[in-house]
């Protein structure tokens, strides 16, 4: 069963009875009585559809191994919580749907134990790639390390939205905080524009109880514009906040895909895509 998106220690000695498959067209889908809310998708093939562009038959290669398919939608399995991002997104806000290019989770650490707070996908234009001309061929080790290209990706005037799923309850006014915490110390002499632009942001979320499985969009249309979007119900349709502000914008740009990220898993996620679009 080459290319699993994910895998729990599966040998000769797991009992046939603890694993459940299930064949579609495309895929098998592997279920563990063990891992009873876990799902591994096994490709039985990795042809690329000639109808797609060649953005989008770079992107398929990217995910095909890690995708499962529900109806006519494909998802990306996050490994660390099991959370499904869509590979597609319409996002409020933005004037074409965004491709995802990888995933990742955050992690607080409470009395030395790790605890997953939230699983985050980054979404970015099909343009992108068209300004990432000079990175072309490099592989994802020296891409994540390079900070001039993640510098290049948030300045390029493209659309980029990053989808934080939670997967345990937090409370708007502890999630801003932590949020703040990344954004802040970033920032080292905030101008009035920049007050104003977090005075909003924590408006937003204090009083808000954000639930398991709630949906926030941070999204990028322009380096010194955010909106932020908020659902409880899936992913959100509307705009709840703008955000205007260059230096907030690029701090939290730098939070999640700088040399000190929050997610170290999604900033590993994201080389690993930008290796495969550049090739």
């Known amino acids: ?18 694993i459940h498959t299930k064949n579609t067209k495309n895929f098998s889908f592997v279920k ?30 990217t995910t095909i191994a890690n995708s499962s398919s529900v109806g006519s939608t494909e998802f990306v399995l996050e490994p660390g919580t ?5 590979t597609g997104l319409s996002v409020p806000g933005c004037s074409d ?3 995802l290019l990888g995933t990742g989770y955050r992690e607080k650490v409470f009395a030395i134990i790790g605890v997953k ?20 061929g490099r592989q994802a080790a020296e891409i994540q390390n390079d900070s001039t290209l993640f510098s290049t990706l ?25 949020l703040d915490d990344a954004i802040s110390p970033r920032i080292k002499s905030p101008i009035p524009v920049d007050e104003s632009a977090l005075s909003t942001f924590r408006i937003t979320f204090q009083g808000r109880p954000l639930k398991q499985g709630t949906v926030i969009l ?36 730098d939070a ?24």
């Not at 707070?117 to 072309?136: F, P």
Request: charged residues 15%.
């Open 32 to 61: 563990f009585k063990r891992h009873p809310h876990q799902i591994y998708c096994y490709p039985f093939h990795s042809t690329v559809p000639t109808s797609l562009s060649t953005f989008n038959q770079r992107f398929y290669r």
């Open 82 to 86: 099991s959370v499904k991002f869509p």
């Open 117 to 136: 707070v939230y699983a985050a996908g980054l979404y970015v234009s099909r343009s992108l790639v068209e300004k990432l001309n000079a990175w072309k």
């Open 218 to 253: 941070l999204t990028w249309v322009e380096p010194s514009k955010m909106l932020v979007s908020i659902s409880s119900d899936g992913s959100p349709s509307a705009v709840d906040a703008t955000i205007e502000s260059i230096n907030v914008a690029s701090a939290l740009f």
């Open 1 to 18: 069963m080459a290319g699993a998106l994910s895998s729990p220690a599966m040998s000769l000695l797991t009992p046939i009875s603890e």
């Open 154 to 178: 948030f300045e390029a005037p493209v659309e980029k939205s990053l989808q934080i799923v939670l997967v345990r309850d937090v409370d708007g006014k502890t999630f801003w905080g932590a």
């Open 256 to 279: 999640f895909l700088g040399d000190a990220p929050v997610s170290p898993p999604l900033k590993a996620s994201v080389a690993k895509g930008l290796a495969i679009l550049l090739k």
């Open 97 to 99: 749907s965004l491709v």
